[in-house]
């Protein structure tokens, strides 16, 4: 069955580790990576301890070879050496995975099977993994999906005030910007800033821009945010670069692309201001909601003109296509779409004006 990551949260800050064994299997998917991984560790650290106990967990790569798959069969009947049942943690699993669950043999009635912990990337609904865990009573599927606009900054918001923190309206833009929308990367990043900000005694502490910056500098260096600027900007060694060190990060390529869609997007809403409204660039993008950052309106500008409406519009069609592709190929995802990328980079920067 399915249920939200909200509600996995309560199960997991109130149950006991006995919660887990009603299911056979729990499969953690999404394109908010950083809450999947973030899950993974919670349940094995509620089940097998922190850090867990080898003796109590198996971890595996999925690489779709018979010889793994007997190797997961073997270690789901395993008897632990101290007693009490196993984590069998898989990572990187697909679709291809279904078929393995499926062939899965029977337990006895007085057999007890071990916990297969399933870690995966985005799952489009379609998938025939994740429709066969939502359907199944003793299987649990926890979707991480990744903020929108209003929820990052929602949730921004109150990360600050469980910290103790409040910002400004510019405090408040420049964070929403240098945070991808993932919400335990939100949490960590805002916990760092708290450890910068806070003062003995005092009830609210004010975050300031400087402190951001201050505090996030190397997060602005390698953030989604960053990646979308070199890309708009047609600027491909940057782009390339900062794209592998995402990856490097853990980012997912999914969430790299529907970053950029987002940024193109504010650029096509500014240009359609200019255009109905009979406004200059920088009119137009001062009516944008949320504001642009002022220290990124330059660039915005400048990217503006790069980018006529007729090329921002197939650009979406390519990126829709590029997303589908990396869900549903089987391919190496990573490669797939940088290599997609720099190609619309490369066009785009041959087809701007000079």
Not at 58 to 86: P, T, V
Not at 159 to 164: P, V
Not at 195 to 201: E, F, I, L, P
Not at 276 to 290: D, F, R
């Amino acid at each position: 069955m399915k249920i939200s990551a909200g509600k996995f949260e309560e199960y997991l800050s109130a149950s006991p580790a006995n919660f887990f064994f009603g299911f056979n299997v729990i499969l953690v998917f999404g394109p908010d990576q950083s809450s999947v991984r973030n899950y993974i560790d919670l349940c094995l650290h509620k089940l097998a301890g922190s850090p867990p106990d080898p003796f109590k967990t198996h971890s595996f790569s999925w690489n779709n070879s018979r010889e793994m798959a007997q190797q997961i069969i073997d270690s789901l009947y395993e008897i632990s050496l101290f007693g009490g049942l196993k984590t069998i943690h898989v990572r990187h699993i697909n679709d291809l995975f279904t078929s393995f669950l499926k062939d899965v043999p029977p337990r006895a009635p007085t057999q007890q099977q071990n916990l297969l912990l399933l870690e995966a990337d985005d799952l489009p609904t379609k998938s025939s993994l994740r429709k066969l865990i939502e359907l199944d009573e003793s299987s649990l599927a926890i979707p991480c999906y990744l903020l929108d606009d209003r929820e990052q900054l929602n949730f921004i918001q109150k990360t600050l005030h469980k910290n103790g923190l409040e910002s400004n309206r510019d405090g408040l833009s420049l964070l929403k910007e240098l945070l991808p929308n993932q919400k335990q990367t939100i949490v960590n990043e805002i916990e760092k800033i708290s450890m910068y900000c806070r003062k003995t005694g005092s009830s609210t502490v004010t975050v300031t821009v400087d402190d951001i910056i201050a505090c996030l500098a190397d997060q602005r260096e390698i953030s989604l945010q960053d990646v979308a600027h070199y890309f708009a900007g047609q600027q491909i060694p940057a782009f390339v670069q900062h794209y592998y060190r995402c990856i490097h990060d853990g980012e997912s390529p999914i969430s790299i692309i529907r970053t950029i869609v987002r940024y193109l997007q504010q650029l096509w809403q500014a240009k359609i201001i200019m255009v109905t409204s009979s406004l200059s660039a920088e009119q137009a993008m001062g009516q944008l909601k949320p504001p642009i950052f002022y220290q990124h309106q330059n660039r915005f500008v400048h990217h503006m003109k790069l980018w006529p409406y007729e090329r921002l519009v197939q650009t979406f069609l390519h990126l829709s296509r590029l997303e589908i592709t990396c869900k549903t190929t089987g391919m190496p995802a990573a490669e797939i779409a940088l290599q997609q990328l720099t190609t619309f980079v490369k066009s785009d920067a041959a087809a701007s004006p000079s």
